[in-house]
């Protein structure tokens, strides 16, 4: 959990703090821990229909059940609530894609800066060229 999980989300792409419901929040929360909507029923004793109508904004947890979805969830109350405090970290996939593109822009740097140093070594070869055929003209 982190206090910057908002923005961690946001970079990844996949949740925008800014405009985020409860039911977004408890879908991101959900995920983010790997469970199924079936599963985090299951955890929290109540029927799928239950769990899919808070996400979907259609109903709201009594405080009861918000204060079982913190704990499962592994969140803040106050975050499901306002999206202020604890929240989730990324999901591992968005994690992973996100360091598969450092990784991919690593490679484009390194690639740069080798195309910069065969240009370099290119120059230098053709302008030895030039002055071997100048000398035997």
């Given at each position: 959990m982190s206090d910057a999980a908002d923005e961690d989300w946001s970079g990844a792409g996949w949740y925008d703090a800014a405009t985020?419901?409860?039911?977004?929040?408890?879908?991101?929360?959900?995920?983010?821990?790997?469970?199924?909507?079936?599963?985090?029923?299951?955890n929290l004793g109540v029927k799928l229909a239950t769990v899919t109508a808070w996400e979907d904004d259609r109903a709201e947890p009594r405080a009861n059940?918000?204060?079982?979805?913190?704990g499962?969830?592994?969140?803040?109350?106050?975050?499901?609530?306002?999206?202020?405090?604890?929240?989730?970290?990324?999901?591992?996939?968005?994690?992973?894609?996100?360091?598969?593109a450092r990784a991919a822009l690593g490679e484009l740097r390194r690639l740069r800066?080798?195309?910069?140093?065969?240009?370099?070594?290119?120059?230098?070869?053709?302008?030895?060229l030039a002055a071997i055929?100048?000398?035997?003209?």
């Open positions: 985020a419901t409860l039911g977004d929040r408890i879908a991101g929360a959900r995920e983010a821990s790997g469970l199924t909507p079936p599963q985090l029923a299951r059940k918000l204060q079982m979805l913190a499962v969830l592994n969140v803040s109350v106050g975050w499901l609530l306002t999206g202020n405090g604890e929240g989730p970290d990324a999901p591992p996939e968005a994690r992973s894609r996100g360091a598969e800066d080798e195309l910069g140093a065969m240009t370099g070594r290119i120059g230098r070869t053709e302008a030895r055929l100048r000398e035997d003209a």
